[in-house]
C-alpha cells in the first residue's frame, strides 16, 4: 500500500496519542476537515471579528466522532477486543458501527428508540451493527452500556473511553495548524461533554509543546431543555429538536466545567427556535448544512453577539460544526415550504422564475 498522502488523524498525530508501531491503525481517513471562513457571521459578528466554521460534518461518517472513534477502535483492536458498545444519539453509533465494520468486530449500539434522526440510524443499520432501540432516554442507554460492558468482555466506546477524548483532541490540533495558533474564542455545542474536554485538553497540549501562543476562551452552548450544566443538576427528562444533544446527566460533567473555567469561558443554553434560527441562516447565508445540534454553536454566537459580549474586540472565532445536515433530512424538510409542483412545460417555469 502506497505510504503517500493523508491517511487519518493517527498517521497525522501520532507522536501526540497514545499509539505504538504495534498499533493497528483502523481508519477511515477522518479528520483534515476544513475551517470555512464566514463571511456573513463575521460582518454580522463586528469590524474586527473572524468567524470561522470548523466543518466536522466532513468527516467519513459525517460527524466528529470519528477522530476518537478511529483511535477506540484501533486500540480495542489491539487490546484483542473482539465486540465493542456505545449508547448513542445516533452519531456515536453510526461511527462505532462504521468502524467496527472496518476492524471486522462486532458493534452493540443502544440507542434511545425514536429519538434519533433518521440518517444515523440508516448509517448504525447499514454497517452491520445490532441496534437495540431501548424505551428509554439516553442517559439510562449509557448507564446500561456502562454496566454491560463491565461484566462482559465488551469494550465500552463512549466518550468514557479515554481514547475517544485522545482521537477527539486533534481537531484543536488542526484548527492551531490552520489559523497558526489557537483562535480567541470557541463556540461549541454540549451534549454529552466529551467534545468541549476533549479540544480543552488539545488546545492546553499544543500551547505546552509551543505550537499555540494561547489558548481560547471555551462557550459551549447546551439546548434549553437538555441544559443540566447551565441549570447546575440533571435533567430528568430532556428535550430538544437538537436530538444529537438531548442528554440529562452528561459523563463528562466535570471535565466540561473545568475547561470554561480554565478558559474564563462559560457554558449557556439556547432554545430550540433560536437553533432553528441559526440552522437556516447557516445554510442560506454560508452555504454549510450542519445538524441542528451543531446550529446550536451558531445560536449561541448570536445569542453573544446581541448581547454585546464581542464588542469591541479584534479576534478569531472558531464554531465547532459538530455534524452533517444530511443526517436529519426530516428536520430540514421540516423547516422549509415542500417544492411547488407545477406542469411541464416551459412558460409555467418562466413564470414562476418571475422573468
Ligand atoms: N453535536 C453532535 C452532532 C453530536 O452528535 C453530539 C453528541 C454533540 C454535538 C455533543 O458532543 O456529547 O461530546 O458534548 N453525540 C453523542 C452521540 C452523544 O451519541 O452521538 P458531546
Known amino acids: 500500500m502506497s505510504e503517500k498522502g493523508y491517511r487519518g488523524i493517527i498517521q497525522?498525530?501520532?507522536k501526540l496519542l497514545p499509539v505504538t508501531d504495534k498499533t493497528p491503525v483502523i481508519t477511515l481517513n477522518e479528520g483534515n476537515t476544513p475551517l470555512i471562513y464566514a463571511g456573513y457571521l463575521s460582518k454580522l459578528a463586528g469590524k474586527n471579528i473572524e468567524v470561522y466554521l470548523k466543518y466536522e460534518g466532513l468527516n467519513p461518517t459525517g460527524s466528529f466522532k470519528d477522530r476518537g472513534m478511529t483511535l477506540a477502535i484501533s486500540k480495542a483492536c489491539e487490546e484483542k477486543s473482539t465486540a465493542v458498545m456505545c449508547a448513542s444519539t445516533g452519531n456515536t453509533s453510526a461511527s462505532s458501527a462504521a468502524y467496527a465494520a472496518r476492524a471486522g468486530i462486532k458493534c452493540i449500539v443502544l440507542i434511545p428508540s425514536g429519538a434519533i434522526a433518521l440518517g444515523k440510524l440508516s448509517q448504525a443499520l447499514i454497517h452491520g451493527a445490532k441496534v437495540l432501540a431501548i424505551k428509554g432516554n439516553f442517559?439510562?442507554?449509557?448507564?446500561?452500556?456502562?454496566?454491560i460492558t463491565r461484566r462482559y468482555p465488551i469494550k465500552l466506546v463512549n466518550s468514557l473511553n479515554p481514547y475517544r477524548i485522545e482521537g477527539q483532541k486533534t481537531a484543536s490540533f488542526e484548527i492551531c495548524d490552520y489559523l497558526g495558533e489557537a483562535p480567541d474564542?470557541?463556540?461549541m455545542p454540549v451534549g454529552n461533554a466529551g467534545n468541549i474536554t476533549a479540544y480543552?485538553?488539545?488546545y492546553k497540549e499544543y500551547k505546552a509543546l509551543g505550537l499555540s501562543g494561547k489558548l481560547p476562551v471555551m462557550l459551549g452552548f447546551q439546548a434549553k431543555g437538555a441544559a443540566p450544566i447551565v441549570r447546575n443538576k440533571p435533567v430528568k427528562d430532556p428535550q430538544t429538536l437538537a436530538t444529537a444533544i438531548r442528554i440529562g446527566n452528561p459523563a463528562s460533567w466535570k471535565t466540561a466545567i473545568e475547561a470554561r473555567d480554565e478558559s474564563k469561558g462559560l457554558i449557556d443554553l439556547v432554545s430550540d427556535a433560536e437553533i432553528l434560527q441559526a440552522y437556516k441562516?447557516?445554510?442560506v447565508k454560508e452555504g454549510v448544512f450542519a445538524e441542528p445540534a451543531s446550529a446550536a454553536s451558531i445560536a449561541g454566537l448570536l445569542k453573544?453577539?446581541?448581547k454585546g459580549y464581542f464588542k469591541n474586540k479584534k479576534c478569531r472565532i472558531a464554531c465547532i460544526l459538530t455534524g452533517h445536515g444530511l443526517k436529519?433530512?426530516?428536520r430540514a424538510i421540516k423547516s422549509v415550504k415542500p417544492p411547488k409542483l407545477i406542469r411541464a412545460n416551459f412558460k409555467s417555469i418562466i413564470k414562476e422564475i418571475g422573468y
Open 12 to 14: 497525522k498525530y501520532k
Open 328 to 330: 436529519d433530512p426530516e
Open 304 to 306: 453573544l453577539i446581541k
Open 139 to 147: 442517559d439510562a442507554a449509557l448507564d446500561l452500556a456502562k454496566e
Open 185 to 187: 474564542f470557541q463556540v
Open 281 to 283: 441562516i447557516l445554510a
Open 200 to 202: 480543552w485538553k488539545g
